[in-house]
């Protein structure tokens, strides 16, 4: 296995592709709100959670509420937090969102099952996010919100998120029924997950850590039968405080029998832990960073 290392992207071509990233996601979370959520009443947090019960209660046409709404929150922001924290980045997204909504208002693919609109809406809008947020950017919205509340009414920004996502799942119950908040939660739900996986991948990669007495043995038969890298930590034992040092390798998902068989025939009352290693950068694997 010959691990190349690959060539850094170049600065103009890094802002070209943050730059496809802001527009391809803010479209795919147009395209599933009016998709999804909008035609099955799934108001699941948000300014487009907004724009779906003002549209409801109000005729209001949901571009015109995204579109004043991530506007007024923005130079709301500009004025109470101090400074532009994702700069022209978040200008893009908070125009362009209610533009592509307004042009695919429209788009009507028949799916009228709540369920159906909650899943998959919430796979597109997540979708769209993680690829947003993976360019360091942001469509503007609630988030700005939440933050000005974490700022001047303390608590993490997660509770702060959450209040606002909950007031509008809260607006859903009264407007459209229990039945279709619970609806939203699941879109919710969804929608964060989704973002996780896109922001970190589906954790094709492992980690393991080896404790072993044999562990020269063990080190030098892993790098010549797996080929993988293998870092020497210093440990010491609970119970006996002796000195163990533990082995950490980092292997891909096919990798794993390999690893354990190897591990077993040099030692086998090596104690090994696997686990998921949600993100790995570095020489030897995909780089599946956020682009900065």
């Known amino acids: 296995m010959v691990n190349r290392k690959r060539k850094p992207m170049s600065k103009t071509a890094l802002k070209w592709v943050n730059g496809i990233q802001i527009f391809t996601g803010t479209a795919v979370v147009a395209v599933s709100y009016n998709a999804f959520l909008l035609p099955n009443s799934i108001a699941s947090g948000g300014v487009s959670g907004l724009a779906t019960l003002l549209e409801a209660a109000l005729n209001i046409e949901p571009a015109v ?31 362009f969102l209610p533009f592509i909504v307004y042009f695919t208002r429209n788009w009507d693919i028949g799916i009228d099952d709540p369920l159906l609109g909650a899943l998959f809406g919430g796979i597109g809008v997540g979708f769209g996010l993680g690829l947003v947020f993976r360019a360091s950017a942001s469509t503007g919205g609630t988030d700005l919100l939440a933050q000005i509340i974490h700022k001047y009414a303390g608590g993490t920004l997660g509770t702060s998120v959450f209040i606002m996502d909950g007031l509008i799942v809260t607006g859903s119950a009264f407007i459209f029924g229990l039945e279709f908040a619970l609806y939203a939660l699941i879109s919710l739900f969804v929608t964060g997950r989704t973002i996780d996986v896109v922001q ?17 043995t063990v080190r030098k038969s892993i790098l010549k039968e797996v080929d993988r890298g293998v870092t020497k930590l210093e440990g010491r034992g609970g119970f006996t405080n002796d000195a163990r040092p533990v082995l950490m390798c980092v292997v891909n998902r096919g990798e794993v029998t390999r690893l354990k ?30 682009s900065v």
């Open 65 to 95: 509420t995204i579109g004043i709404t991530n506007v007024l929150l923005f130079i709301l922001g500009l004025l109470l937090l101090g400074g532009l924290q994702y700069g022209a980045k978040t200008i893009i997204g908070t125009l």
């Open 200 to 216: 970190t991948g589906l954790g094709y990669a492992k980690v393991a850590f080896v404790i072993t007495k044999h562990e020269e």
């Open 261 to 290: 068989r190897v591990i077993q025939l040099q030692d086998p009352e090596a104690f090994v832990v696997v686990s998921n290693a949600s993100e790995v950068l570095g020489q030897g694997f995909e780089n599946q960073g956020n």
